[in-house]
Each structure stands twice: as structure tokens, then as C-alpha cells.
């Protein structure tokens, strides 16, 4: 059976930074891995992430996004995640469950027990084996985002500071209360150093 690492956190945090240099790193240790993200990682939940992040649709309730997230993983899990796995491939994804109980129970005060049973089980209960969760405060991870993206912000990156603070707390418990699967590593440093601390920790699982 493979490995299944997530990278998590605050917009801005450097995510898909950090899996792209983990994904070359393991490529030249001759090592099979597979990267993908959420929403998305499949053409069905690439359409459902496109209706997620659309700024248009700001009248979507609360529920609604929970559930499309849901729908949109179990997707991702049925034909990427879970064939990478048993493939023993070291499975590489950008956001998980993490990051649907942090923006959408949290973040929308949605029922915290609700969303992680709808996305247990819409992913049949696999939870990664570990996840790095680059912790960076909401005003350098906005300002972060602001400057790469302009003013081309999704849905959820328009939301009010208050709402991505709520979502940093809540990534924040998560870690404190799952330290054997989470490590919290500090965003604010160097992108090298961030890389670093993640190599020294897969080299573990390896």
C-alpha cells in the first residue's frame, strides 16, 4: 500500500509550492508518487470545483458547498486516490478533509460532527497517513495571495478577513489535537526551509 500525504493551511501558505518541490524530490529519489488537489483531481470534480470557486455564485448556502465538496471527493477518491494507493504510489494532495472542516463547518458554522461524517463517508473513512500544515497569519497569506492572483480571487478567497481567521484557528486545533498525523510547520520562513522540514519528515515514512 502506498503513502498519503496532504499539504494544508491558511490561503497563501505556499501549498502547491511545497508539492511540487516534494514531487521532484521523489522523482529524483526514483520513487512513484502521484500530485493532485481538491476540489478538483478528476473531470467530475473539476466541473463541481469550477461551480465551487466561481465568484458569481455567491448565493450558494452553507450546505450546498459542504455537500459539493463532499460529492467532488468521494470523485476524487473512488479514481485517483485510492488506485495511486494501491498502486504504492506516494500520493500527494493539496487540501483534504482538513481543509473542509476548517472552511466550511468552521468557517460557514456548519455542524463540525456533520462535516466530517459526510466526508468520511464519502471517502469510505481514509484519512491521510500525515499531513503538513504550512501555518502562515491570514494577513500574510491574503497579502500573499492578492499579489500572485490580483484581482482574480475565487469565492472563497473574497471572504472577510474574520472568516479566514476562524478558518486558521480552526486548522490550528486540528493540529493540536492529531499531532501523531499533523505537523504544523511555520510558513513565514523561507520556502527552501519549509521544504526542508517536509523532506526530513517523508525521509520517516520512506
Avoid: N
Avoid at 91 to 96: A, E, I, K, N, S
Avoid at 119 to 142: C, F, K, M, Q
Avoid at 160 to 174: A, G, K, M, P, S
Wanted: glycine residues 8%; aromatic residues 6%.
Amino acid at each position: 500500500m502506498g503513502l498519503f500525504l496532504t499539504m494544508e493551511g491558511p490561503d497563501g501558505g505556499g501549498k502547491s509550492t511545497q508539492i511540487r518541490l516534494l514531487a521532484a524530490r521523489l522523482g529524483e529519489c526514483g520513487i512513484r508518487y502521484c500530485t493532485t488537489r481538491e476540489p478538483g483531481g478528476t473531470p467530475i470534480s473539476d466541473k463541481i470545483r469550477a461551480v465551487l470557486l466561481d465568484p458569481s455564485h455567491g448565493e450558494m448556502a452553507p450546505k450546498t458547498e459542504a455537500l459539493l465538496y463532499a460529492a467532488s471527493r468521494a470523485q476524487h477518491v473512488a479514481e485517483v486516490i485510492r488506485p495511486a494507493l494501491a498502486r504504492d504510489e506516494i500520493v500527494l494532495c493539496d487540501r483534504y478533509i482538513d481543509a473542509s472542516l476548517a472552511y466550511q463547518a468552521t468557517g460557514l458554522d456548519l455542524s463540525y460532527e456533520y462535516v466530517r461524517r459526510l466526508s468520511e463517508d464519502a471517502t469510505d473513512g481514509l484519512w491521510p497517513t500525515r499531513t503538513y500544515l504550512i501555518d502562515v497569519p491570514v494577513e500574510i497569506g491574503i497579502e500573499r495571495v492578492c499579489k500572485s492572483r490580483g484581482l482574480g480571487l475565487d469565492r472563497i478567497e473574497q471572504r472577510d478577513l474574520t472568516y479566514h481567521q476562524r478558518v486558521r484557528e480552526q486548522f490550528l486545533e486540528i493540529a493540536a489535537s492529531q499531532p501523531d498525523r499533523v505537523l504544523v510547520l511555520d510558513g513565514t520562513k523561507s520556502t527552501a526551509e519549509v521544504a526542508e522540514e517536509i523532506w526530513q519528515d517523508v525521509r520517516r515514512f520512506l
